[in-house]
Structure formats: structure tokens, C-alpha cells
């Protein structure tokens, strides 16, 4: 059985892919999707693969690193 936590990243890929009117709610989207990532990984991989939960510490450093970039670029954007 598929739990409403399992489809929040697939909810926000779609909707990624469906809708892309503005930059900035594109990151949001993208915020959301690395957020809920952060959130999956531990509850799936807990009981199978005690060792790997720790890769949901590095997807949030990406999804920092992707944040600043985002921003970085929305910051460059909004000057030119």
C-alpha cells in the first residue's frame, strides 16, 4: 500500500512538469520535491537498510545547495 508520503514527490514532479508559469514558483516546486525526498527516504529505507537513512542528510545538503542556487539566480535575474 502506497502512503500519501510516497506520492507527495511524485504530486510534485507532476505538477512541476505541468505547470512552470513562473521562476520563482518553480523553485518553490522544486523546495517541496527536495523537502518531501528528505522526508521518504528515511521512512522507506529504515527498516530495509539501517546503514543508508544517512543519504537523506545528503539530499539536504543538495537541496540547500539548490536553494542558494536558486536564489542566486533569481537575484541575478531580477537585476538585469
Known amino acids: 500500500i502506497i502512503s500519501l508520503i510516497q506520492l507527495i514527490p511524485v504530486i510534485i ?3 512541476l512538469v505541468s505547470q512552470q508559469t513562473h ?3 518553480t523553485l518553490l516546486r522544486l523546495e517541496g520535491l527536495t523537502l518531501s525526498l528528505v522526508l521518504v527516504i528515511p521512512v522507506t529505507l529504515r527498516l530495509r537498510y539501517p546503514a543508508l537513512a544517512v543519504c537523506s ?3 539536504l545538503t543538495l537541496g540547500v545547495c539548490e ?3 536558486g536564489l542566486a539566480l533569481l537575484v541575478i535575474l531580477t537585476r538585469s
Open 13 to 15: 514532479v507532476i505538477s
Open 57 to 59: 542528510v545528503v539530499i
Open 67 to 69: 536553494a542558494s542556487l
Open 23 to 25: 521562476l520563482l514558483i
